[in-house]
């Protein structure tokens, strides 16, 4: 039976719906009509809040950024940690989110890293972007003051760090949508991971280390300073823990 709703509850209906069969079945293998029947109203209730199935994607995204960065701002706030070490707390949090929410980042991946969605990719990527760049701004800031960081200019430094990391997220993403497994896919290990060749792991070791050690050279740190891709991106990829 039909249940007037308030709009945005509505909305998050169909986001908490269409997340639900993404993880079960794939992005591909899910229709807009699967997704008007589990949420149980019209098609032309959809329409009304998203465009496409691909506009319903890009929303998931982006709400998972923003939960992504919760807690961010007790990071922030805390008068104890340097800017080094704020540094390394918000990476680490969005790390873990991203490894606790897996199925999810695997379904984002495999359709905003597939050939036919650069522009969607482009978009998503400088929204991400423009998300970050005050947070990392004000650490920046921080560190400038304390004269831990060579930074001149704080949210410029900040834009161009976070569009550095996005190449990396994208050697990360190839990880994911190359995978055997996962939803829709056609692995046959129990736990739905695909497992990666000894030449993509190499890969993304190399990527992590190379964009590590930038950052460091462009804020100023000596080597060993940030850890801003941890073993939780590893597992993410792969679903191997790490101890």
Same mark, same amino acid.
């Given at each position: 039976?039909?249940?007037?709703?308030?709009?945005?509850?509505?909305?998050?209906?169909?986001?908490?719906?269409?997340?639900?069969?993404?993880?079960?079945?794939?992005?591909?293998?899910?229709?807009?009509?699967?997704?008007?029947?589990?949420?149980?109203?019209?098609?032309? +209730?959809?329409?009304? #809040?998203?465009?496409?199935?691909?506009? /319903?994607?890009?929303? $998931?995204? @982006? &709400?998972?950024? *923003?939960?992504?960065?919760?807690?961010?701002?007790?990071?922030?706030?805390?008068?104890?940690?340097?800017?080094?070490?704020?540094?390394?707390?918000?990476?680490?949090?969005?790390?873990?989110?991203?490894?606790?929410?897996?199925?999810?980042?695997?379904?984002? +991946?495999?359709?905003? #890293?597939?050939?036919?969605?650069?522009? /969607?990719?482009?978009? $998503?990527? @400088? &929204?991400?972007? *423009?998300?970050?760049?005050?947070?990392?701004?004000?650490?920046?800031?921080?560190?400038?003051?304390?004269?831990?960081?060579?930074?001149?200019?704080?949210?410029?430094?900040?834009?161009?760090?976070?569009?550095?990391?996005?190449?990396?997220?994208?050697?990360? +993403?190839?990880?994911?949508?190359?995978?055997?497994?996962?939803?829709?896919?056609?692995?046959?290990? @129990?736990?739905?991971?695909?497992?990666?060749?000894?030449?993509?792991?190499?890969?993304?070791?190399?990527?992590?280390?190379?964009?590590?050690?930038?950052?460091?050279?462009?804020?100023?740190?000596?080597?060993?300073?940030?850890?801003?891709?941890?073993?939780?991106?590893?597992?993410?990829?792969?679903?191997?823990?790490?101890?």
């Amino acid at each position: 039976m039909y249940v007037a709703k308030e709009p945005e509850e509505r909305r998050t209906e169909f986001l908490n719906s269409a997340m639900t069969l993404f993880m079960q079945q794939g992005y591909d293998q899910t229709s807009v009509n699967a997704i008007i029947d589990a949420v149980g109203v019209s098609k032309g +209730a959809f329409y009304h #809040y998203f465009k496409s199935k691909e506009e /319903l994607l890009d929303q $998931l995204a @982006e &709400r998972a950024a *923003e939960q992504s960065l919760g807690g961010a701002q007790a990071i922030l706030d805390d008068p104890e940690m340097s800017a080094v070490e704020k540094l390394n707390a918000l990476f680490a949090q969005t790390n873990q989110f991203k490894a606790q929410n897996r199925d999810l980042m695997i379904a984002i +991946a495999q359709v905003f #890293y597939s050939d036919g969605n650069i522009l /969607l990719r482009s978009r $998503l990527s @400088e &929204r991400s972007v *423009e998300r970050v760049a005050p947070i990392l701004a004000q650490i920046l800031e921080q560190g400038r003051q304390e004269g831990s960081m060579d930074v001149v200019h704080p949210e410029e430094t900040a834009r161009f760090v976070l569009r550095i990391g996005t190449e990396v997220v994208q050697t990360f +993403a190839s990880g994911l949508g190359s995978g055997e497994s996962g939803p829709g896919g056609s692995g046959s290990g @129990e736990s739905g991971h695909g497992l990666l060749s000894p030449e993509a792991r190499e890969q993304i070791n190399v990527a992590m280390e190379v964009y590590e050690r930038s950052v460091e050279r462009i804020l100023g740190l000596s080597d060993g300073s940030l850890t801003l891709i941890d073993d939780s991106i590893i597992e993410l990829i792969t679903g191997e823990k790490h101890d």
